[in-house]
């Protein structure tokens, strides 16, 4: 693979984890704002996650260590939103959870926006 190659294969998984983030933590503001909920149709949010996933997922397969995170990571954001949905003690508790998970997707989101610059830049 060439320079120019590898490049572009960069930019292009930065660019599809990004947006993998960034559909996670749509889902979850769904969770925690009405607002949220109203203005992004929960068909079309969940379409965009699951093909990103996917395409994360298999530019990831070089990599299994990564790609298992990245899978864990999913299925943990799905379950707290999926518990943020029932009525219950575990609410509050899922609620509170899905909220750090937040800060650390925004985190992430945010360094993955640089490098992506970075990148695309070079």
Same mark, same amino acid.
């Given at each position: 693979?060439?320079?120019?190659?590898?490049?572009?294969? =960069?930019?292009?998984?930065?660019?599809?984890?990004?947006?993998?983030?960034?559909?996670?933590?749509?889902?979850?503001?769904?969770?925690?704002?009405?607002?949220?909920?109203?203005?992004?149709?929960?068909?079309?949010?969940?379409? =965009?996650?699951?093909?990103?996933?996917?395409?994360?997922?298999?530019?990831?397969?070089?990599?299994?260590?990564? *790609?298992?995170?990245?899978?864990?990571?999913?299925?943990?954001?799905?379950?707290?939103?999926?518990?943020?949905?029932?009525?219950?003690?575990? *609410?509050?508790?899922?609620?509170?959870?899905? *909220?750090?998970?937040?800060?650390?997707? *925004? =985190?992430?989101?945010?360094?993955?926006?640089?490098?992506?610059?970075?990148?695309?830049?070079?």
């Amino acid at each position: 693979m060439n320079a120019q190659a590898t490049v572009q294969s =960069h930019i292009d998984i930065t660019d599809t984890l990004s947006r993998l983030y960034l559909f996670l933590a749509q889902s979850m503001d769904r969770c925690l704002s009405e607002a949220a909920r109203i203005s992004y149709p929960e068909a079309e949010l969940q379409s =965009h996650l699951a093909s990103t996933k996917a395409r994360a997922l298999d530019m990831l397969s070089v990599n299994q260590v990564v *790609k298992r995170k990245v899978e864990q990571e999913c299925n943990r954001v799905r379950s707290l939103v999926a518990a943020c949905l029932t009525d219950g003690a575990e *609410k509050a508790v899922a609620l509170d959870e899905l *909220k750090a998970e937040r800060v650390v997707l *925004k =985190h992430k989101t945010m360094a993955l926006s640089d490098l992506l610059a970075v990148f695309r830049a070079a």
